[in-house]
Antibody, heavy 120, light 108 residues
Framework: EVQLVQSGAEVKKPGESLKISCKGS????????IGWVRQMPGKGLDWMGI????????RYSPSFQGQVTISADKSISTAYLQWSSLKASDTAMYYC?????????????WGQGTLVTVSS | EIVLTQSPGTLSLSPGERATLSCRAS???????LAWYQQKPGQAPRLLIY???SRATGIPDRFSGSGSGTDFTLTISRLEPEDFAVYYC?????????FGQGTKLEIK
């Protein structure tokens, strides 16, 4: 069974750093891409970026380039999303999701989401 | 970046009725690389339709997708109580793979 299990909810202060994770199982992690999708409170879905853990090829949406860092450790089938300095506007649910390739495939399996709350 | 506009914003229907949701793109979607997702409160999105008209694994046949170019439609032939949710379209032929703003399907 394909599973993407994300790390737990986080409460942080503005300016703090954060790294959340997404662990894949039930499939060959290194032959699929993992993407990150933001959902701000009461809002829609925002495509942030994707990574191929096989060679760490990473693509970012222009809206998120420079704002976050996406990485992966293929030895433990885990992808990461990190911030160096959080802002209140980073408060959102963050989902990881699997896709077959960087182009031309949808997100076919999703993690359960990680809620990030940034508040002073 | 391709902008997707979904309409209506909210659709109020009764169980058993037919639902028609629209997704319009700001430019032609490459090779009909258009997906539909369903999201229920407190849950992650779920893939329903890909390639504009192909149902994902395990999706009931009351869900169907159609369209090409810039205009796409998700149709739910006979609404079941569990179908009331928010629906998003997404194009994935151009990077970034943008989403529409969503249509909320609510019980009338």
């Amino acid at each position: 069974e394909v599973q993407l299990v994300q790390s737990g909810a986080e409460v942080k202060k503005p300016g703090e750093s954060l790294k959340i994770s997404c662990k894949g199982s039930g499939y060959s992690f290194t032959t699929y891409w993992i993407g990150w999708v933001r959902q701000m409170p009461g809002k829609g879905l925002d495509w942030m970026g994707i990574i191929y853990s096989g060679d760490s090829d990473t693509r970012y949406s222009p809206s998120f380039q420079g704002q976050v860092t996406i990485s992966a450790d293929k030895s433990i089938s885990t992808a990461y999303l990190q911030w160096s300095s959080l802002k209140a506007s980073d408060t959102a649910m963050y989902y990881c999701a699997r896709l077959v390739s960087s182009c031309c495939h949808p997100f076919d399996f999703w993690g359960q989401g990680t809620l990030v709350t940034v508040s002073s | 970046e391709i902008v997707l506009t979904q309409s209506p914003g909210t659709l109020s229907l009764s169980p058993g009725e037919r639902a028609t949701l629209s997704c319009r793109a700001s430019q032609s979607v490459t090779s009909s690389y258009l997906a539909w997702y369903q999201q229920k409160p407190g849950q992650a999105p779920r893939l329903l339709i890909y390639g504009a008209s192909s149902r994902a694994t395990g999706i009931p046949d009351r869900f169907s997708g159609s369209g090409s170019g810039t205009d796409f439609t998700l149709t739910i032939s006979r609404l079941e109580p569990e179908d009331f949710a928010v629906y998003y379209c997404q194009q994935y032929g151009n990077s970034p793979g943008t989403f529409g703003q969503g249509t909320k399907l609510e019980i009338k």
